[in-house]
């Protein structure tokens, strides 16, 4: 697109310039699609018959991540957070277009960026179809579409009363390492290097995501928060069960997964990672209890590991209960960009 003030500047302000730039490192051939980039629209062929599943996330430097992170894992991240709201809907990616301000075209930072988008692309299988390009202040938006039978979705508005509440793998990682960037706790090594990775290199679960489909009642992708998230879960079932009121549940504290980074830190600290975190990109799904052997074989097809954390319940209200049984009080919000809008968290929120 064209900018307004073009008359006041010259056309492309990128030394490398705009098209040479695209070509250079976004327009890859296109395999399983009939048209990418370079005209006008993209063409995609979903499966006969299938609903198209899209997403779309924004990323800003400043905000989701720090101006200091290395630009391959930013590629990575940016693709990873929209993949994972397909999985949560237990689509199948198909293809997915990048919407890219940067301030200069720099020929490295934009090769590593390339390199960590293209990995996890090939890596699921999916082709960048196009998108847009402009001089800026560091901006990306990735657009994701996928696939997924009709009727088949796993959507937020499936929990009821009794069902399970599961979360996959390891949550609370990235706001670890938040904490020790921030300096408001100190890591070890190796734990700040778990940290580290989890933050930037999230591994979107579309493969359980898929294999869920007909098992779970609900899911959502952790990217705010588990309490938080849950609470959206909570809203969106309680709405759609109409007469039977709100909904709330319950979660076991000792129950959560803990990764060994976790290990040796205060109940506090590591229930505020666990509980408040944010960025984990971790399924959060329900299935009623006559579903546990289906869970956890969706969990073994896909590698992945499941934990039953809690229960729904008759609402209102989520409770965290220790192992005996008594209730936990902490105050775990989620993440929201505008009620926290004069402090900012890089990398801490999507
Ligand atoms: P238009 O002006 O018609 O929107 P553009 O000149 O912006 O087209 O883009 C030219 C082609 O390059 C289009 O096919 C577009 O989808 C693609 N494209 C632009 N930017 C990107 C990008 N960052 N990644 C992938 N494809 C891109
Ligand atoms: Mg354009």
Do not use: I, W, Y
């Given at each position: 697109m064209a900018s307004f003030d073009d008359a006041a500047r010259p056309r492309c302000p990128m030394p490398l310039g705009e098209f040479d730039l695209i070509r250079r490192h976004f327009d890859r051939p296109v395999r399983r699609q009939p048209?990418?980039?370079?005209?006008?629209?993209?063409?995609?062929?979903?499966?006969?018959?299938?609903?198209?599943?899209?997403?779309?996330?924004?990323?800003?430097?400043?905000?989701?991540?720090?101006?200091?992170?290395?630009?391959?894992?930013?590629?990575?991240?940016a693709l990873a957070v929209n993949l994972s709201d397909l999985a949560a809907c237990g689509a199948e990616p198909m293809a997915y277009t990048l919407s890219l301000a940067l301030p200069r075209a720099d020929e490295a930072w934009l090769a590593s960026f390339a390199s960590g988008l293209h990995a996890l692309a090939d890596a699921h299988g999916i082709e960048l179809v196009g998108g847009d390009t402009t001089a800026g202040p560091l901006t990306i938006g990735i657009t994701v579409m996928g696939q997924v039978p009709p009727g088949q979705a796993l959507l937020r508005s499936g929990a009821r009363p009794g069902h399970v509440i599961w979360v996959s793998g390891w949550p609370g990682r990235a706001r670890l390492w938040l904490d020790a960037v921030r300096g408001t706790l100190r890591l070890e090594g190796a734990s700040f290097e778990a940290g580290r990775l989890a933050m930037e290199y999230p591994q979107p679960r579309v493969g359980l995501g898929r294999a869920l489909r007909g098992v779970a009642s609900s899911a959502i992708d952790l990217s705010d928060g588990l309490l938080g998230d849950l609470g959206h879960v909570l809203q969106r079932s309680g709405a759609a069960s109409g007469s039977s009121g709100p909904l709330g549940a319950r979660i076991d504290a000792h129950r959560l997964p803990r990764h060994p980074a976790l290990s040796g830190l205060p109940e506090e600290v590591v229930l505020a990672c666990l509980l408040a975190g944010g960025d984990d990109y971790e399924l959060l799904f329900t299935a009623p209890p006559s579903q546990d052997a289906a869970v956890l074989e969706a969990a073994r097809q896909a590698d992945v590991a499941v934990h039953p954390i809690g229960q729904i319940v008759e609402g209102p209200g989520v409770e965290v209960r220790d192992a005996a049984g008594r209730r936990i009080d902490g105050r775990w919000a989620g993440f929201d960009h505008f009620q926290v809008a004069s402090s900012a968290v890089p990398g801490g929120a999507s």
């Open positions: 048209l990418g980039v370079g005209d006008d629209c993209a063409l995609l062929a979903p499966s006969p018959g299938q609903h198209l599943a899209v997403s779309t996330d924004l990323l800003v430097e400043g905000r989701h991540f720090l101006p200091t992170v290395a630009p391959q894992a930013l590629g990575h991240k």
